[in-house]
């Protein structure tokens, strides 16, 4: 069965390392978004692409980076990581405007 | 900005109960999508409504889209312990974006 699988789940670091979250999805969509959860704010997003090599920002990008080499993977970096940082962090793919996303189970990071 | 406001953020009723939560914005958006949350997992989509006015039920839950697609309700009759988790409402913008409410947490109590 497709599916969407994100690592580590549970990470925990010190302020200004670099991180880097895992996001591999096996639907074969194009499209690919990062999220961060938090208490009171809903889903935010963080970045997004529309295929390989396709990149783009969203709400709240700064400090975040992604890049995207091939259709399964969307790695998310914090460059320097920050305390504010701190949460639960979601991947979604989905192949047409208005389908459904499908999400990944989650990376809580906590950042120290 | 566009902002879809969700209501209650919190809600703890009796099993057997009815309930409603609201999303409300002032944008107009293509379709509206329903998803919940369990504890330790990513969202998964309950239900997506497309047309003002249109009605979805899933069982015991009823969904709702204004007739200016600018707001959703979602119902539940005769709740159950296993209705308990994070419901989440998310517009459909342009862009296969989404705009996404704050959620509402309901427990429902044996």
């Known amino acids: 069965d497709a599916e969407i699988t994100q690592s580590p789940r549970h990470k925990i670091t010190e302020t200004g390392r670099q991180v880097t979250l895992a996001c591999h999805q096996t639907?074969?969509?194009?499209?690919m978004f990062w999220y961060r959860q938090d208490l009171g704010h809903g889903l935010r997003l963080i970045h997004y692409?529309?295929?390989?090599?396709?990149?783009n920002k969203g709400e709240v990008s700064d400090g975040y980076s992604v890049s995207r080499s091939n259709t399964e993977d969307l790695p998310l970096t914090l460059e320097s990581a920050a305390s504010s940082q701190t949460s639960v962090y979601f991947c979604a793919s989905t192949n047409r405007q208005g389908e459904t996303q499908y999400f990944g189970p989650g990376t809580r990071l906590l950042v120290l | 900005t566009q902002l879809l406001e969700q209501s209650p953020q919190f809600l703890s009723i009796q099993e057997g109960e009815n309930l409603t939560v609201y999303c409300n914005s002032s944008s107009v958006f293509s379709s509206l999508q329903w998803y919940r949350q369990e504890p330790g997992e990513g969202p998964v989509l309950l239900v997506t409504?497309?047309?003002g006015g249109e009605v979805k039920k899933l069982k015991r839950l009823t969904f709702q889209f204004g007739d200016a697609r600018k707001d959703s309700s979602l119902h539940i009759t005769a709740a159950q312990p296993g209705d308990t988790g994070l419901y989440l409402c998310?517009?459909?913008?342009?862009?296969?974006?989404?705009?996404w409410g704050a959620g509402t947490k309901l427990i429902i109590k044996p």
């Open positions: 998310a517009g459909v913008i342009s862009n296969y974006q989404l705009i």
């Open positions: 639907w074969n969509h194009n499209n």
């Open positions: 692409s529309y295929g390989v090599h396709d990149t």
């Open positions: 409504v497309v047309t």
